[in-house]
């Protein structure tokens, strides 16, 4: 009833576009330490530029995130994060629904103010979003044995519906938190 699986869309032109700009800039930062004085400079950056470009490209055009919710006993769900690269899927992130304390919608995709935390520093926060910006997210808060944890993801309508459904202890399910 409440096992249920999605994996949202993206917008691949929007993913790609950053990449691409970072490796145009890292490349010719290459060749113009060949053409200017102070090449180690230029290298530098244009090295930086293209290691950013890779790892924007590896996080957001290779992987992909799948959400799932997953029956684990008698009335007993996981919320359960797979990442898929490929044919491959590997399960990066799953939390009891008892774990979950708070449910948070953010209009804007940034962390609300009011669960930052102190100085931001305190909860450790995955991002598990297909998008390099998106709007909206929500923020899905649980306290573990490691301590508070955040998962920002994109859900659709269904699986904010379960969620909210499911999770007992979250006291600000699904309500819109201003930044």
């Known amino acids: 009833m409440y096992e249920y699986y999605y994996m949202p869309s993206r917008d691949i032109k929007k993913c790609s576009l950053v990449p691409l700009i970072a490796f145009i800039l890292g490349f ?21 530029a293209i290691a950013i470009a890779i790892f924007l490209t590896t996080r957001y055009i290779v992987r992909k995130y799948a959400y799932s919710t997953q029956k684990i006993g008698e009335g007993d769900y996981d919320f359960v994060v797979n990442e898929v690269s490929g044919n491959r899927s590997k399960v990066v992130c799953r939390i009891n629904m008892d774990e979950i304390t708070d449910f948070v919608y953010s209009e804007n995709g940034k962390v609300p103010t009011a669960y930052a935390g102190k100085n931001g520093k305190d909860i450790l926060t995955f991002d598990y979003c297909q998008d390099i910006m998106p709007h909206p997210a929500y923020y899905l808060y649980a306290l573990l044995r490691e301590g508070k944890v955040c998962v920002k993801f994109s859900p659709d309508d269904k699986m904010v519906s379960i969620l909210e459904s499911l999770c007992p202890k979250a006291y600000d399910l699904g309500r819109n938190v201003e930044s």
């Open 28 to 48: 010719f930062l290459m060749y113009l330490s060949n053409v200017l004085s102070y090449a180690y400079i230029y290298q530098m950056v244009g090295f930086l």
